[in-house]
C-alpha cells in the first residue's frame, strides 16, 4: 500500500474552467504556481512550478463562486497522470493534482459578505470522492 498525498500553497494563475456533466456534477480546472526563492551567488533567485488542479463537485462550484487569478489557495489531494490521443492522433499526457480539500487565503475584502466576520479562511473539504471515474468524457 502507498501514500498520494500533495499539499501546496499557492496562486491561481488563471480563472478556474468550470463544465457541468451529467446529474447536477461539476468539474473545475485551473492552474496553481507555488515559488520557492533562495539564494544562489548573493542573488536571489525565484523559482516557479506551475500545477495543473481538478477540484469536482461541491469544491468546483466553491471555485467558480470564489476563486478567481491571483486567488491564494491551500490545497490537499493526490497526483493523477492521465494520456489521450489528441486530434491528430498523437499520444499526449498530463499529470494533475485531483483536490480533496482547499482553503482560501488571504483577507476578507470590504463589501465581501461571504467571508467570515473573523477573517478565518473558507475550508471546504469533498467527503466520500469516488476513487475513479471511468465514465468521465475525458
Avoid: C
Wanted: aromatic share 6%; hydrophobic share 30%.
Amino acid at each position: 500500500m502507498g501514500i498520494n498525498k500533495v499539499i501546496l500553497v499557492g496562486n491561481v494563475g488563471k480563472d478556474p474552467e468550470v463544465k457541468h456533466l451529467d446529474k447536477g456534477v461539476s468539474v473545475a480546472r485551473f492552474s496553481l504556481a507555488t515559488s520557492e526563492t533562495y539564494k544562489k551567488d548573493n542573488q536571489k533567485v525565484t523559482n516557479t512550478e506551475w500545477h495543473n488542479i481538478v477540484v469536482w463537485r461541491g469544491l468546483a462550484e466553491v471555485a467558480e463562486k470564489y476563486v478567481k487569478k491571483g486567488t491564494p489557495l491551500y490545497i490537499e489531494g493526490k497526483i493523477r497522470s492521465r494520456s489521450w490521443d489528441d486530434k491528430d492522433g498523437n499520444k499526449r499526457y498530463t499529470t494533475e493534482i485531483v483536490v480533496d480539500t482547499m482553503q482560501l487565503l488571504g483577507q476578507k475584502q470590504s463589501g465581501d459578505e461571504h467571508a467570515s466576520e473573523k477573517d478565518e479562511p473558507l475550508n471546504i473539504s469533498e467527503p466520500d470522492m469516488p476513487a475513479e471515474e471511468d465514465d468521465l468524457p475525458f
